[in-house]
């Protein structure tokens, strides 16, 4: 080894140290300007003797972008989720489900649940070599550049280890609230939480602009090599320089570990990094590989949710909306108020019952929280707060958009508009038409359903495809420009002739008539010709008979054949040529997947539609919900209880994507 060789790795090794100091102790030893010293005699040797030069070395964080986007990787072992718990009693049925299959010879370790996003790291020879991100837990995306700017991640371990671990990048809170100041002065959209800012620091083309985030990380996992216990294996880590929260507990029994829960729940504010809970692990990784795995979630792990964060504000004004039904949606402006991870400043209050009962009144301050950390909620009015003037607030009697009387039915909770030609109602009902769901009209934004309808240019649903024939009318449009119109006008087009009856039908919004009942509808008459063609009570006896639809929906459909109104519609989308059918069903013989039947739900790697497709062409059936009879429902993340309680009940079995792909080898 030469001099020059030493000193290299020396500061090399320093500057490893002083980035770990500084960036998982939060105690430095030096300041930066001995830090920027130390790199920049390391930069001058380097530059003195470029065969120094190591893909570890620490002026090699940042590399160039990838050329081509981030590549998909599939990892040999697949990274699970975890299953929720909210209540102590779920708690301890998680416990007690252990000891059923295991006995009581085990220990619970607790840690906190971080809130980023999760990675996997692997290095070889002790050089790290590749970074991918959780993905669909099978195949991630390789984000190696942008995870070496990270400088709390060793580029190197010692005695040039092979190992893969998994854990979680994330940002300080008071490094979020920089990093959102900086990009409101510029202008930029600011994160919501912790987690959008990992993930999408992550996901950065350019590792400089990710360089640029301060970011951290913890492992919290070895997938190899093998470790008794958890315990074990994080002091491992630690001892390599791995990143650990050092924040794990062990628990012999349930009790001490809802104690350690309660306690962290109490301390986990002072932390510098955002969580979301605590994971609970069994200790013993052997009874880990014992108790094994449900389709989605590790048996042997659950993550305890703390209860959401709950803050007041002040009611400024009560508003009520109209929606493509007519109904009226009263809703409250806030004093904005911070609340798990966004800013609210508005909130639904649904129905008038729920105004009265809870008697929310403008001026009153009222307790608020995010129902599932998403959807504001408002809990309660502070009584002793409400100021002396205040007055029951008190239901429009004309809808805000049209000005027509609204009405109540009798035992109803809501108001509403009954005008079939309110301006309000058409804007919601288009919104809903144009969806991705629906007709799939791109380009056709809330803001150009309202300029399009406020100009008087659309008066029904039909009317979007007359809009070709308005081109100039559509380019004095505030921020229509040719470019605009013509894609708005090339999407319509594709709708015109691209779209099933059963799109058509569902984007109608005919009450009571969601994807599932436009889908048996559109089997049945397959354009558009046949239904009009029949007599309204033809079609409600017709359609009363078919599986799936009730007499409520088969009554609601003739109606809406019987109002003029509606009718008149349905004609001017035949007179403006919307082709509309229902495809025939192709049949494979033969078919990886003759004779079973799928419902596909929850969020997977790929579009729905795509899925849906596969599977037809694979000889399957697609059903829209889980019904009797349905073989299997395949269930990304993010599934639903109601789903999977329905798969419980109908007999189907519950699959993951991998599963599924499975089957198609
Ligand atoms: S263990 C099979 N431990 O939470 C066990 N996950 O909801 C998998 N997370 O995707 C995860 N802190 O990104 C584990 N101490 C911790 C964690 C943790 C945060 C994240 C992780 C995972 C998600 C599961």
Request: glycine content about 8%; charged content about 30%; some cysteine.
């Amino acid at each position: 080894m030469t001099v020059h060789d030493k000193r290299h790795a020396e500061l090399s090794t320093l500057l490893q140290k002083h980035n770990y100091e500084y960036y998982v102790l939060d105690s430095p030893s030096v300041t930066d300007g001995e830090y920027d010293t130390l790199m920049n005699e390391l930069k001058a040797l380097e530059k003195a003797h470029p065969q120094l030069v190591t893909a570890s070395s620490p002026t090699q964080r940042i590399g160039a972008p990838p050329k081509d986007g981030f590549k998909r990787v599939t990892r040999a072992v697949k990274m699970y989720s975890l299953d929720n718990a909210y209540t102590d009693d779920e708690v301890r049925a998680f416990a007690q489900r252990i000891v059923d299959a295991v006995g009581n010879d085990f220990s619970f370790v607790a840690e906190p649940k971080i809130d980023g996003a999760s990675i996997e790291v692997t290095y070889e020879n002790g050089q790290m070599v590749l970074a991918t991100t959780r993905g669909n837990g099978t195949v991630g995306e390789n984000v190696t550049l942008n995870v070496r700017t990270i400088r709390a991640m060793p580029l190197s371990i010692p005695e040039k280890r092979t190992l893969t671990v998994r854990g979680e990048i994330f940002i300080y809170g008071a490094d979020l609230d920089a990093v959102n100041e900086l990009r409101a002065s510029r202008s930029e959209p600011t994160f919501a939480n912790p987690r959008n800012a990992a993930s999408g620091s992550l996901r950065l083309i350019d590792p400089r602009l990710t360089a640029e985030r301060p970011l951290r990380v913890f492992f919290y996992d070895l997938v190899e090599p093998y470790f008794e216990s958890h315990s074990e294996m994080l002091s491992h880590l630690d001892g390599i320089g791995l990143p650990t929260h050092r924040a794990e507990k062990r628990c012999d029994d349930v009790e001490s570990l809802l104690t350690y829960i309660k306690e962290f729940g109490e301390s986990r504010q002072k932390l510098p990094y955002e969580t979301d809970g605590i994971v609970i692990k069994v200790d013993e990784i052997p009874l880990r590989d014992e108790l094994g795995f449900t389709a989605r979630f590790p048996r042997w792990a659950t993550a305890f949710k703390y209860p959401a964060e709950r803050r007041t504000t002040k009611i400024l004004s009560i508003t009520a909306d109209v929606g493509r039904t007519g109904a009226l949606t009263p809703a409250a402006n806030l004093e904005p108020v911070p609340l798990s991870g966004t800013i609210v400043s508005r909130v639904t209050l649904h129905n008038l019952d729920l105004i009265k009962e809870k008697d929310v009144r403008v001026g009153d301050t009222v307790w608020m929280q995010k129902a599932g950390e998403i959807i504001p909620q408002l809990l309660s009015v502070v009584l002793e707060e409400r100021p002396k003037e205040t007055k029951p607030w008190k239901p429009p009697t004309h809808c805000p958009a049209c000005e027509e009387k609204v009405v109540k039915a009798d035992g109803e909770a809501v108001l509403r508009c009954v005008n079939k030609e309110c301006v309000g109602r058409l804007k919601a009902g288009l919104r809903y038409f144009t969806h991705r769901n629906n007709m799939d009209i791109e380009n056709m934004g809330d803001a150009l359903i309202a300029q399009v309808v406020d100009a008087g240019l659309v008066k029904d649903m039909a009317d979007v495809f007359a809009l070709p024939e308005k081109r100039k009318a559509l380019l004095v449009l505030e921020r229509m420009g040719k470019k605009s119109v013509d894609k708005l006008l090339a999407a319509i087009e594709a709708a015109r002739v691209g779209r099933s009856f059963s799109r058509l039908l569902s984007g109608l919004g005919i009450p009571l008539v969601g994807t599932v009942g436009a889908g048996t509808i559109a089997e049945k008459y397959r354009a558009l010709p046949a239904l009009l063609a029949a007599k309204p009570e033809d079609v409600e006896k017709d359609l009363a008979a078919l599986d799936g639809i009730g007499p409520k929906m088969a009554k609601s459909v003739a109606d809406y054949l019987a109002d003029d109104f509606y009718r008149a519609t349905l004609e001017k989308f035949l007179s403006l040529s919307v082709i509309a059918k229902e495809p025939e069903k192709v049949v494979v013989a033969g078919g990886k997947l003759d004779g079973m039947s799928f419902c596909v739900t929850g969020t997977l790697s790929r579009k729905r539609g795509a899925i849906h497709t596969e599977i037809e062409a694979n000889g399957g059936e697609v059903h829209k919900s889980v019904k009797k009879g349905t073989t299997y429902l395949l269930a990304g993340d993010k599934v639903g209880k109601t789903k999977t309680d329905a798969a419980a009940k109908k007999g189907a079995k519950v699959i993951d994507e991998d599963t599924y792909l499975a089957m198609l080898e």
